[in-house]
Nanobody, 120 residues
Framework: QVQLEESGGGLVQAGGSLRLSCVASGSIRNIYAMVWYRQAPGKQREFVATITSDTSTAYADSVKGRFTISRDNAKNAAYLQMNSLKPEDTAVYYC??????????????WGPGTLVTVSS
């Protein structure tokens, strides 16, 4: 079994910063891509940022230049540093990872999400 847990969400004023964390636990041999998604109220879940096992990154245009994704392979963790936050960044942020388990199963795992609220 593999689980993801996000943390670091909260309420912040526009222009402020937050740092989200995503930690994977369980029977993990390797983690390939780690991805952040978000879902705003009444909207579909959307891609935010991704980082591969070799630390290549990609971002949605809406967050490029403001958000930075990183990872710590030793801790099975990924992070999302969010700066210059805007009210439209308000959403539940979800972590997703493609994991190879110790039994050599390849799984795609989602965390339960963490709420980010940006006030104007």
């Amino acid at each position: 079994q593999v689980q993801l847990e996000e943390s670091g969400g909260g309420l912040v004023q526009a222009g402020g910063s937050l740092r989200l964390s995503c930690v994977a636990s369980g029977s993990i041999r390797n983690i390939y891509a780690m991805v952040w998604y978000r879902q705003a109220p009444g909207k579909q879940r959307e891609f935010v940022a991704t980082i591969t096992s070799d630390t290549s990154t990609a971002y949605a245009d809406s967050v490029k230049g403001r958000f930075t994704i990183s990872r710590d392979n030793a801790k099975n963790a990924a992070y999302l540093q969010m700066n210059s936050l805007k009210p439209e960044d308000t959403a539940v942020y979800y972590c997703n990872a493609v994991v190879l388990t110790n039994t050599e199963r390849r799984l795609q795992v989602w965390g339960p999400g963490t709420l980010v609220t940006v006030s104007s």
